[in-house]
């Protein structure tokens, strides 16, 4: 099964410092058909103003995941951690058993980025916060995981998020045999059997043992490997 989300399809907010736009249902915006994929709950395409961005604010029992894709941001927690994040670096806050935390764009140009939200497989952990920079090797990066991978950020569920590059006319396949997956490219388009998949559009996978992604372009995009 695959169903196609284009761009234009997805939820919308936007105000003064804000240009967001929703994979699936979250805060004001509501679609029954999109509540998630497995443990996936969020997926926000947000676009943050110069000197603007999150004021503190609180979660509990998510995994939430930042990809920055241009600028940086700001993260400060109460747990104490502080760290900017840069394009090209992934951010991992496991909320646990409650935490407050700030995502502020601090730079001078606006900043782009998924922010990507996973329910753990247990309640009450401890919370904490990394970040790390991952090399743009062709093929798939593991960025974070619960599933054992080695030199990835952690998170606490049966879940991998990668990083993919191919150049145009690459083909690639992934094995999801009992599992779910949701693409997201950032630049470029893929074809995933007759379905094309551009920039920004999402493409949730499920009751396929192989994704096959071929670029039709030079392309980067995320992937989800999932429980179901």
Known sequence: ?????????????????????????????????????????????????????????????????????????????????????????????????????????LEDEDTQLFQIWIMPNARGLAPRWEARTFPSADGLVPLASGRGVPSVLEIAQDATLFAGHLKAGARLSHDLKGRLGYLVPTVGALQVEDLTVGARDGLAVGALDTLTLTAAQDTVFVLADLPR
């Open 1 to 105: 099964m695959l169903d196609l989300r284009p761009f234009a399809s997805l939820g919308r907010f936007e105000n003064d410092w804000l240009t967001a736009r929703h994979h699936f249902s979250f805060s004001d915006y509501h679609d029954a058909q999109r509540m998630g994929w497995g443990p996936l709950r969020v997926w926000n395409d947000d676009t943050i103003k110069a000197q603007s961005g999150f004021p503190p604010h609180g979660h509990a029992d998510m995994e939430i995941i930042t990809y920055v894709r241009k600028g940086a941001i700001s993260h400060g927690d109460s747990q104490g951690n502080r760290g900017r994040t840069a394009a090209g670096e992934v951010q991992v806050m496991s909320a646990g058993r409650g935490i407050r935390h700030s995502e502020m764009n």
